[in-house]
């Protein structure tokens, strides 16, 4: 019986430093609310991501929709929709129009040639994404945006840790959100946060996501509820003291993988950048065609007990809650991308066997044809 491998599988830190870290939470019955642990997980990261500024959030999705919401915006939106359905439903649960660009072919971030087509007068904001950890080409966005008078926020959710030439990724345009969901990188069970330069940002996220409460009889803002709680920070405390072994281990998987599947003809990984430091968040391949189609692998794997995902399929401007607003031939590329693509099992406990077996299968695949 061939083992059962999916596409992911949460890390956990030893269970006796969680529960060793319960204690105090017992002690105090101070369960959420800017308790301790949010405290000194707040300084941990902002410390690790290398950041000015960062307020902690629920979850990702929370942190996202209260960003853009920070910014008062009006209009239009550039975003792409080769992302979760998190990037897109944040634009438009703000009451904002989501204008999708495609994406580069290379590593699927958003084609910085084709985002000045899609400003319009209306346009206020650029949402790009880091995809599977792919940073985006923040130097020209940067650019457009400067150009144009628009906002930058980066949805981050694969980017923890990254840097580009020793810079943190959350401090390029004007917020940056990171997710800290179980199955990414590095988590607290569900969790966000939003880093940023600029210092008001900080008072307008913390009232956005405490009810705009901001004394016992002061309340300043029509916020909402946003905030990470005690258990949270205590995994993340946790889990942050493994995430260097985790991030270490994700490489030598992914470098195996590269080793069986880098220039095998009609498959493509993404591309190196130099002067990045990754996370090995995802291992996207993409399957050209060349005779056999991602489909026909998937359930060749499946048939072996593996579970890669089609990560990101269909694309967003394809979902039944978009119908008829958008069609999905105005992003050849996405829509391309998005067939093709297989995201690989990839996780710290996975074993370098199971990497071996499943490229095996794709190979057996790519020779059948
Ligand atoms: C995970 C994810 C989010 C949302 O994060 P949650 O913490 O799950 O709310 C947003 N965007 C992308 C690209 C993601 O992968």
């Not at 800017?34 to 000194?40: A, L, Q, T, V």
């Not at 009232?207 to 705009?212: H, Q």
């Not at 946003?226 to 949270?232: L, T």
């Not at 060749?300 to 593996?306: A, S």
Request: charged share 30%; proline share 4%.
């Amino acid at each position: 019986m061939e083992k059962t491998v999916r596409v992911t599988r949460s890390f956990l830190p030893p269970m006796e430093e969680y529960v060793e870290m319960l204690k105090p939470i017992w002690d105090s019955a101070w369960l959420t609310n800017m308790g301790d642990y949010h405290e000194r997980l707040k300084e941990r990261l902002k410390e690790y991501l290398n950041v000015e500024g960062i307020e902690l959030f629920t979850n990702g999705h929370l942190a996202l929709e209260m960003a853009l919401q920070a910014f008062e915006l009006e209009g239009e939106v550039i975003t792409t929709p080769f992302t979760f359905a998190s990037t897109t439903h944040a634009i438009v649960r703000n009451g904002l129009t989501p204008v999708f660009c495609d994406i580069d072919p290379e590593d699927y971030t958003i084609d910085t040639d084709r985002i000045e087509e899609r400003i319009t007068e209306r346009t206020c904001a650029i949402v790009p994404v880091h995809v599977y950890g792919n940073i985006c080409q923040v130097d020209k966005i940067e650019k457009i945006a400067k150009k144009h008078g628009l906002k930058v926020i980066y949805d981050a959710a694969h980017a923890f840790g990254e840097t580009v030439d020793g810079r943190g990724i959350g401090t390029f345009g004007d917020a940056s959100m990171f997710s800290f969901h179980a199955t990414k990188v590095y988590h607290t069970i569900e969790g966000g946060a939003v880093t940023f330069r600029e210092k008001w940002l900080a008072d307008r996220l913390y009232k956005l996501k405490n009810f705009g409460i901001m004394g016992e009889e002061s309340v300043e803002f029509v916020g909402g509820n946003g905030k990470m709680n005690e258990f949270q920070a205590a995994m993340g405390l946790c889990n942050l003291k493994y995430t260097e072994q985790v991030i270490a281990r994700r490489k030598e998987l992914t470098e195996r993988y590269r080793e069986h599947l880098q220039g095998i003809k009609g498959l493509k990984l993404c591309p190196e950048k130099e002067g990045v430091k990754s996370n090995y968040a995802y291992m996207p391949v993409v399957f050209e065609g060349n005779g056999f189609q991602r489909d026909e692998v998937a359930e060749q794997l499946k048939n072996h007990g593996i579970y890669p995902r089609k990560y990101f399929y269909p694309c967003v401007n394809a979902y039944q809650c978009y119908q008829g607003t958008y069609d999905p031939k105005d992003t050849p590329v996405a829509d391309r991308i998005s067939r093709q693509v297989l995201t690989l099992p990839l996780y710290p406990d996975l074993e370098m066997e199971e990497v071996d077996r499943i490229c095996r299968i794709i190979l057996g695949e790519c020779r059948k044809a």
